[in-house]
């Protein structure tokens, strides 16, 4: 790792926590404690607002605003890939959204880093318009913790009216998947996106309640992965 990208590493690590070592700092960085309170050291003097001492750990005073980000090759082809992959396979809002992060990277790039922008040549391409408005009014739904209504049809063609709790929104490379908890059979339960109709997000909030959540799905989700690998 180049020492920049080092110094950049360690301000955004401080910015995560209130209180970080010179200890977890070097074990994070695969580099010495030593080389640590030498970074520190020079980021202060460089006008970088960190409190504290060796020993005790260091607090990155808030309020601080980065300088222009920088990426090496690979974060840009990250970044760039998956930019392209929510454009195309995301919502309206989503790849909006999307578009503008890379408008906003690109305006910050160094021009040493410009031409690695436009090199990445990895795509993900838009099989089918699908877009409405069912995969974004869910991710409004899962942010504000409101129940939604909707007409599911099985893979076997058969129909049914469900009232759920939305915990979160699953991509598979092909499908979207939403997770929930389905208060007709009373149990977590998966619905595909492009399987609903008729979407109604209700005014009747909900919380966290124990075999209710997220936490919930995903640990059912991989107990019956095991199982299925076992088998």
Avoid at 18 to 29: D, G, K, M, S, V
Avoid at 70 to 78: K, V
Avoid at 201 to 222: C, I, M, N, Y
Wanted: glycine share 6%.
């Amino acid at each position: 790792m180049r020492r920049a990208d080092r110094l950049f590493d360690i301000i955004q690590l401080l910015r995560t926590r209130r209180l970080t070592t010179a200890r977890w700092l070097a074990e994070r960085l695969e580099v010495s404690e030593r080389t640590i309170y030498r970074d520190i050291q020079d980021l202060i003097a460089g006008g970088v607002p960190i409190d504290g001492e060796a020993g005790v750990g260091y607090i990155l005073r808030q309020g601080y605003d980065l300088p222009p980000l920088m990426f090496n090759a690979e974060e840009l082809t990250a970044l760039v890939l998956g930019a392209r992959m929510v454009v195309s396979q995301g919502d309206r809002e989503l790849a909006r959204a999307a578009q503008q992060v890379l408008s906003k990277v690109a305006t910050v790039l160094p021009d040493s880093l410009q031409g690695n922008l436009e090199q990445v040549h990895l795509y993900s391409p838009m099989m089918n318009d699908w877009r409405g408005d069912t995969l974004n009014a869910l991710r409004c739904a899962i942010r504000d913790q409101r129940k939604v209504s909707f007409a599911y049809t099985r893979e076997d063609g058969l129909q049914s009216r469900r009232r759920v709790r939305p915990l979160g929104l699953f991509y598979w490379g092909a499908v979207w998947t939403l997770g929930t908890w389905c208060e007709l059979r009373e149990s977590l339960r998966n619905f595909r996106i492009d399987r609903i109709v008729d979407l109604v997000t209700l005014d009747e909030a909900f919380s966290a309640e124990p075999g209710k959540t997220l936490d919930d799905l995903l640990v059912q989700e991989r107990q019956q992965w095991e199982q299925h690998c076992d088998a």
